[in-house]
């Protein structure tokens, strides 16, 4: 609930402001979403945390009374905004004073924390759902990549309008209510006190601007529910559960806001022939057990088909055969696993005559 941003960072409350530029910029690193093991919520948190401990002015106002405005007067206590700051002046507590638009960074920060809309929050909030499903892919599709038609039925950009809201042909003209800033000011009662913040208008949907007369397919939101089909790109070597995203694949947004991402979980399928360990490939291949005493060339299955592997003379039951890179490609880069092949001598169920004869002759000298 109350964010502890010392926490966030990993960083001690008298630490510097270099300990802690170099812990933002480690988590950042780390918490990026376009890395491997990204995390965008916590990347998130970590640029709010350092949006308020990397500026000097905004890291005293927070030491001041953040932990107060948490632990005391804090949402858990008194139920949303209770606690002993209804006298508080907000802009007094804030350098640089605060009405309306120019809250600037904190007050988007702020307005998430505490549920009044700040700059950003409003666009946020008018971003298209995401959209998340599960995909089946063959063993073969997750190992070398595969591109995907798929319907769906979601929130797409109006046909009519192209998404902007008007009817064809029509003007686009400044809105009267907000006179084209897009935010309206409005007072709100917070844990601070009373505080002017700008909300969105709600005649123009924050844009400043609409249309003269509306699109009379979508009345203005410029979305509208129909199927559609998309091709998706899955990277080769994807495994089992893996996530794909396919950013701005989910619902428009209506009235311009961002479009939402397509999250894609998939589910590779066995094959019989082949087992998956990361992106190397373990199969076993029966061989006559002839071939594993003289020696001799044999054909194995792999996953780019048949594949001549030589088996020494004397060769185990058991042996594991390396094939060096032809295994499951590196996602989302150069170079393969290995596939290692297990030889396993072919013992018959029955022998013909003649090769009974052969291999009693073979036990008469000690074999
Ligand atoms: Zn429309
Ligand atoms: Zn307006």
Redesign the pocket.
């Known amino acids: 609930m109350a964010k502890d941003f010392y926490k966030i960072l990993g960083v001690d409350k008298n630490a510097s402001d270099d300990d802690i530029k170099k812990a933002y910029r480690r988590l950042a690193h780390q918490y990026h979403p376009d890395k491997g093991g990204g995390d965008e919520a916590k990347f998130k948190e970590v640029n709010e945390a350092y949006q308020v401990l990397g500026d000097k002015k905004k890291r005293q106002t927070y030491d001041q009374f953040g932990s107060a405005a948490f632990e005391n007067g804090g949402m858990g206590a008194g139920g949303p905004f209770g606690g002993g700051f209804g006298g508080f002046d907000f802009r007094q507590g804030f350098p640089g004073g605060f009405s309306g638009g120019d809250m600037g960074d904190l007050g988007d920060i702020l307005g998430e924390m505490f549920g009044f809309g700040g700059r950003g929050g409003s666009r946020d909030s008018a971003r298209g759902r995401n959209i998340e499903m599960d995909m089946e892919l063959t063993f073969h599709e997750a190992a070398f990549g595969v591109e995907k038609m798929i319907s769906l039925y979601k929130q797409v950009a109006c046909l009519r309008c192209k998404g902007d809201g008007a009817e064809p042909g029509s003007k686009t003209i400044?809105?009267?209510?907000?006179?084209?800033?897009?935010?309206?000011k409005q007072t709100q009662r917070t844990m601070f006190g009373s505080v002017q913040v700008a909300t969105?208008?709600?005649?123009?949907?924050?844009?400043?601007?609409?249309p003269e007369k509306e699109c009379t397919n979508c009345r203005g939101a410029g979305v509208e529910k129909r199927e559609e089909k998309i091709s998706i790109a899955i990277p080769a070597g994807i495994d089992n559960e893996e996530v794909v995203k396919a950013p701005g694949q989910g619902e428009a947004a209506p009235y311009g806001g961002r479009t939402g991402d397509l999250f894609l979980r998939v589910h590779v399928k066995s094959d019989a022939r082949f087992e998956r360990d990361g992106h190397d490939i373990h199969s076993d291949l029966v061989i006559p057990f002839s071939t594993m005493a003289l020696g001799g060339t044999v054909t194995a299955e792999t996953l780019d088909g048949h594949e001549s592997i030589k088996v020494h003379e004397g060769t185990i039951a058991g042996t594991i055969v390396t094939l060096r890179g032809k295994g499951v490609p590196y996602l989302r880069s150069s170079g393969r696993g290995n596939h290692h092949i297990r030889v396993i001598p072919d013992i018959p169920k029955k022998l013909t005559k003649e090769q009974k004869r052969l291999l009693d002759e073979l036990k008469k000298e000690g074999l």
Do not use: E, I, L, M
């Open positions: 400044t809105c009267q209510t907000c006179q084209g800033s897009g935010q309206v969105p208008c709600t005649a123009c949907h924050g844009r400043g601007k609409k």
